[in-house]
């Protein structure tokens, strides 16, 4: 038996592992199911932030285990990572893969480190696939030079912004308590010249209800990203989020449906916002790309910065160990993660979902949500997510907008 298999038997049969008590992978296997490859590799160059947000799932919640891990990813991990991604390709004949440069804040490693790790990457995994680079970053160190070595090495930059500068200070703020916004005002400006343009991803905002929405997106589109991507609030059963009393029965969506109104009512497309596009996409039959919504298999591993290979880091507002897979790169290669019950409850799609929310008639648009926000201390993840009420809401809305905009069209061809 391989060593995979082996480690996913002995997690099923654990709850204190992980509380999956009840999903047999061995069963799923002889049912025909196979795993989704990893497309996605999430690399943790360095374990610090120079921010202090008050929201972050790495530093304010359950899961403390940077604490102790080393600050700085050392180069035999990162070679050790990039012989499994290439193994991985040859494995499973991919024709790509992506690194998502990550930390904490991955530009503390330095710019000249970061373009030697790419050259590494690019040197092992050679002809055996195409690596495309991502980075997300909260922006502050950004500037001219840093963006052309950058964008020199293939890099494509993914910037974190809450909004209007009140806004976006009000939780992300630098150690000695100033805000943040002027330092990723400046890099955004940078990134949305002719020259830097090319190197531009997009803007990762947090949805919080106590904001205003429409100065939320104003400020966010002003900056011409080909994508913005609203992320819903790291909250689970054990630990929901907590809103002003007046903030209705679906604040989230509520906030949501300003923002998709204004956008989806512009008369000219704007940018792209992930969230709206998967829920018109699943709606309409076709599939989603995020972890948000809808019931595709999540490819994604993360690699920390001590070589552990770990699940969607975002588990780690779950409770400590939840990202955990006893795995390491220099040992273990990425088809044995694959075999996790924690893994493969994110591959199994309608099979994952809970009894209440294959019942709901939005599941499959749903689909259960993002699975940290389903977590309930004691059952574990088989539950509807925290945020069920917000996102059926947020659904039927757009389902409403997109139905109407459907018949209004066919009428007048008939």
Same mark, same amino acid.
């Given at each position: 038996?391989?060593?995979?298999?082996?480690?996913?038997?002995?997690?099923?049969?654990?709850?204190?592992?992980?509380?999956?008590?009840?999903l047999?992978?061995?069963?799923?296997?002889?049912?025909?199911?196979?795993?989704?490859?990893?497309?996605?590799?999430?690399?943790?160059?360095?374990?610090?932030?120079?921010?202090?947000?008050?929201?972050?799932?790495?530093?304010?919640?359950?899961?403390?285990?940077?604490?102790d891990?080393?600050?700085?990813?050392?180069?035999?991990?990162?070679?050790?990572?990039?012989?499994?991604?290439?193994?991985?390709?040859?494995?499973?004949?991919?024709?790509?893969?992506?690194?998502?440069?990550?930390?904490?804040?991955?530009?503390?490693?330095?710019?000249?480190?970061?373009?030697?790790?790419?050259?590494?990457?690019?040197?092992?995994?050679?002809?055996?696939?195409?690596?495309?680079?991502?980075?997300?970053?909260?922006?502050?160190?950004?500037?001219d030079?840093?963006?052309?070595?950058?964008?020199?090495?293939?890099?494509?930059?993914?910037?974190?912004?809450?909004?209007?500068?009140?806004?976006?200070?009000?939780?992300?703020r630098?150690?000695?308590?100033?805000?943040?916004?002027?330092?990723?005002?400046?890099?955004?400006r940078?990134?949305?010249?002719?020259?830097?343009?090319?190197?531009?991803?997009?803007?990762?905002?947090?949805? *919080?209800?106590? =904001? @205003? %929405?429409?100065?939320?997106?104003?400020?966010?589109? /002003?900056?011409?990203?080909?994508? #913005?991507? $609203?992320?819903l609030?790291?909250?689970?059963?054990?630990?929901?989020?907590?809103?002003?009393v007046?903030?209705?029965?679906?604040?989230?969506?509520?906030?949501?449906?300003?923002?998709?109104?204004?956008?989806?009512?512009?008369?000219?497309?704007?940018?792209?916002?992930?969230?709206?596009?998967?829920?018109?996409?699943?709606?309409?039959?076709?599939?989603?790309?995020?972890?948000?919504?809808?019931?595709?298999?999540?490819?994604?591993?993360?690699?920390?910065?001590?070589?552990?290979?770990?699940?969607?880091?975002?588990?780690?507002?779950?409770?400590?160990?939840?990202?955990?897979?006893?795995? *390491?790169?220099? =040992? @273990? %290669?990425?088809?044995?993660?694959?075999?996790?019950? /924690?893994?493969?409850?994110?591959? #199994?799609? $309608?099979?994952?979902?809970?009894?209440?929310?294959?019942?709901?008639?939005?599941?499959?648009?749903?689909?259960?949500?993002?699975?940290?926000?389903r977590?309930?201390?004691?059952?574990?993840?088989?539950n509807?997510?925290?945020?069920?009420?917000?996102?059926?809401?947020?659904?039927?809305?757009?389902?409403?907008?997109?139905?109407?905009?459907?018949?209004?069209?066919?009428?007048?061809?008939?």
């Amino acid at each position: 038996m391989s060593k995979g298999r082996m480690l996913g038997l002995r997690a099923v049969r654990g709850a204190a592992v992980w509380p999956h008590a009840t999903l047999d992978v061995a069963t799923l296997r002889a049912g025909g199911w196979r795993p989704t490859p990893f497309h996605d590799v999430v690399l943790k160059v360095h374990q610090r932030c120079n921010l202090t947000c008050d929201y972050c799932y790495v530093y304010t919640m359950a899961d403390q285990s940077w604490r102790d891990r080393p600050r700085l990813m050392a180069r035999d991990v990162w070679l050790a990572t990039a012989d499994r991604m290439a193994e991985h390709a040859a494995e499973h004949r991919l024709p790509a893969m992506r690194l998502i440069l990550h930390g904490g804040e991955p530009l503390l490693v330095g710019v000249d480190q970061l373009a030697a790790l790419i050259g590494d990457f690019r040197a092992v995994l050679g002809t055996t696939c195409t690596l495309n680079v991502r980075m997300q970053t909260n922006g502050v160190l950004l500037d001219d030079a840093v963006l052309g070595k950058l964008r020199g090495c293939g890099v494509t930059i993914g910037v974190s912004l809450d909004g209007p500068p009140a806004d976006n200070d009000r939780r992300r703020r630098l150690p000695n308590g100033r805000g943040s916004f002027h330092a990723v005002d400046r890099a955004l400006r940078l990134l949305g010249t002719d020259t830097h343009r090319s190197a531009f991803g997009g803007i990762l905002c947090a949805v *919080d209800p106590v =904001t @205003d %929405p429409l100065a939320c997106y104003e400020t966010l589109v /002003g900056y011409r990203p080909p994508m #913005i991507d $609203l992320l819903l609030p790291h909250a689970n059963w054990s630990m929901p989020s907590t809103y002003p009393v007046d903030g209705g029965p679906h604040p989230l969506a509520d906030w949501l449906i300003a923002v998709f109104d204004r956008w989806y009512g512009a008369p000219r497309k704007e940018t792209r916002i992930r969230l709206f596009e998967d829920i018109i996409a699943l709606s309409l039959g076709g599939v989603g790309r995020s972890e948000q919504v809808g019931l595709s298999p999540v490819a994604v591993v993360v690699v920390e910065t001590d070589g552990a290979i770990e699940q969607v880091d975002s588990l780690k507002s779950a409770y400590p160990g939840a990202c955990d897979t006893g795995l *390491d790169v220099r =040992t @273990d %290669p990425f088809d044995a993660a694959l075999l996790h019950p /924690g893994v493969v409850a994110r591959q #199994i799609g $309608l099979r994952a979902l809970s009894d209440t929310c294959r019942r709901c008639p939005v599941h499959t648009i749903c689909g259960g949500g993002h699975y940290a926000h389903r977590f309930r201390a004691g059952d574990g993840f088989r539950n509807p997510s925290v945020h069920c009420a917000d996102l059926a809401h947020l659904i039927r809305h757009i389902n409403g907008r997109v139905r109407a905009d459907l018949d209004d069209r066919l009428g007048r061809l008939t």
